[in-house]
Nanobody, 114 residues
Framework: VQLQASGGGLVQPGGSLRLSCKAS????????MRWHRQAPGKQREQVAA???????NYLDSVKGRFTISRDNVRRTLYLHMNSLEPEDTAVYYC?????????WGQGTQVTVSS
């Protein structure tokens, strides 16, 4: 299983970014996929998840600003982030479960600052 996250960067408050996570080594289309984040000095938290059927759920603080989506043909998970706030600054990770193990991508840094 490989998860390759990308798309992070430096953005001003109120700006937008789109994160991508390219997956391989498992049947992407049937797996629930998730985005987590970890800010400096804080515990890692789940930001959003999407099931095989497209059902989604979100961390309360990102509802209405972030959208998780998936492209099963491209085997890619996305996180569209709008109205970014300094509190969204963190390393963002994609992850999934496969054969009783949890796999993580390498993370991509998102920094929201003026």
């Amino acid at each position: 299983v490989q998860l390759q996250a990308s798309g992070g960067g430096l953005v001003q408050p109120g700006g937008s970014l789109r994160l991508s996570c390219k997956a391989s080594g498992f049947n992407f289309s049937i797996n629930t996929m998730r985005w987590h984040r970890q800010a400096p000095g804080k515990q890692r938290e789940q930001v959003a998840a999407i099931t095989r059927s497209g059902s989604t759920n979100y961390l309360d603080s990102v509802k209405g600003r972030f959208t998780i989506s998936r492209d099963n043909v491209r085997r890619t998970l996305y996180l569209h982030m709008n109205s970014l706030e300094p509190e969204d600054t963190a390393v963002y990770y994609c992850n999934t479960d496969f054969r009783a193990s949890t796999f993580w991508g390498q993370g991509t840094q998102v920094t929201v600052s003026s």
